[in-house]
């Protein structure tokens, strides 16, 4: 199995078949799991087996073949999965740290992920130093001896910015802190995390390995040392677990998840190539496009520029929001990593909680919008956008 292509794992790794011989993974919809005797019950509370299940909060089948083929395909030892994208950090995070702990945080991050390492972690006596993820040397003047982990977006939300993963993780490893980062952007086809340093590396499920804008869902990818040790006994206690349900939507999706992340990236860098430099336009930023500040880091990181483009429309707030309402086929939402393209407005939306001087620091304008590129003929939706700026 260990030869095949990513594209085949993603299709087959983890399949474990009932009795029936279903070709389709089943969906083990139940809470909890029957015993046939006192014995076999005190048995698996004491170790429970691979195959052997208690409580769906803890494990469940469907939930432990997502987890096995997003494993598989992360190239990590083990996973677990987690009801949010949100839970997948939170458990990372709080199943590893403790008062007293210290932590070092690009500041650039989905503005939830901002509240974890701002707000909860530093209420519990965790010391958390926010750093510019770009800046190398800031890194190193804020990794201590003491310092337990590092945490990043590799490619941060909305602004597209890239941060060099083999460089702060060398850092970071030469002060013994674990290096977590948040995937999403560069999605679990494009980037290569472990390859780059990464020790834990998590993901929304909800954008690119649903896809189709469905369910909730998370995961945490990781050493079996750190999955069963550190993130499970926080997350199962906790509550954090998958449902059943989505952990089958998840599992069948990554079986298109190649597919369609390539195809979504296709058409994005063929949109970013065709507006760079349009007059309506104030900035555009794309990983995979020479005139984006992290393009060489982006290229050696990642396989394609993602599926996200970054546009700022000249002429502020009143501007982007004309643009927003003149589109046709893009839709106004706040996902990304959808079959359907949406357009996202940051600074009145996803960031709305953050004041001026934050979002300045984090190169979030007013103009900004984030478009999250789909799977629809790249065509219409340049012509799509080409005539909502036209209105503009
Ligand atoms: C969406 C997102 C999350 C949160 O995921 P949920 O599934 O919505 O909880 C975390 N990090 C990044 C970068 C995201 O885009």
Redesign the pocket.
Known sequence: MTDWSPRTRAVHTGTRRSQYGEVAEAIYLTQGFVYDSAEQAEARFIETGPDEFIYARYGNPTVRMFEDRIADLEGTEDAFATA????A?NGALCGLLKAGDHVVSAKAL?G??LYILEEVLTRYGVEVTFVDGTDLDAWRNAVRDDTKAVFL?TVA?PTLEVVDLNSVAEIAHAKGALVLV?N??ATPVFGHALRDGADVVIY????HIDGQGRC???VICGTKEFIRKTAEPYLKHTGGALSPFNAWVMLKGLETVHLRCNAQATSALEIATALEGHNKLAKLAYPHLPSHPQYEVAKRQMDTGGTVVALSVDGGKEAAFRFLNALQIVTISNN?GDSKSLVTHPATTTHQRLTDAQRDALGIDDGMVRLSVGLEDAGDLLADITQALAQV
Request: proline share 0%; charged share 15%; with cysteine.
């Open positions: 949010s994208g949100m839970a950090v989905f939830s992920c977006e939300n948040d999403v952007f929304s499920a909800t954008k909730l869902g998370g990304l």
